[in-house]
């Protein structure tokens, strides 16, 4: 499967293109900000907003949610650890 069968969405926002690349997936509960860098999604360039496929959401979401969990016990032990930064690949 490549990219070029699919079709390019539009931002209804901003009426343009949007580009194929990499996006970071942020996932923000409770004061808890869980970042995975480099995952590829369907960006506007106007203000770099990514949608991302439902089928790269399935795969991030599990871990994601165990990122979470972990961040969630930390938090109860010591507060200022509120952000986490995971790279995948
Ligand atoms: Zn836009």
């Known amino acids: ?3 070029k069968t699919k079709q390019v969405p539009i931002c209804g926002e901003h009426q343009i293109l949007k580009e194929w690349r990499e996006a970071t997936f942020e996932y923000s509960d409770q004061g808890i900000t869980i970042r995975v860098p480099g995952v590829y999604a369907w ?34 032990r010591r507060s200022e650890l509120t952000e986490y930064l995971v790279s995948v690949g």
């Open 43 to 76: 960006v506007c360039p106007e203000d770099s907003e990514a949608s991302f496929l439902p089928d790269t959401v399935d795969e991030l979401i599990s871990t994601v949610r165990e990122l979470y969990e972990t961040a969630k016990r930390a938090k109860e």
């Open 1 to 3: 499967m490549t990219t």
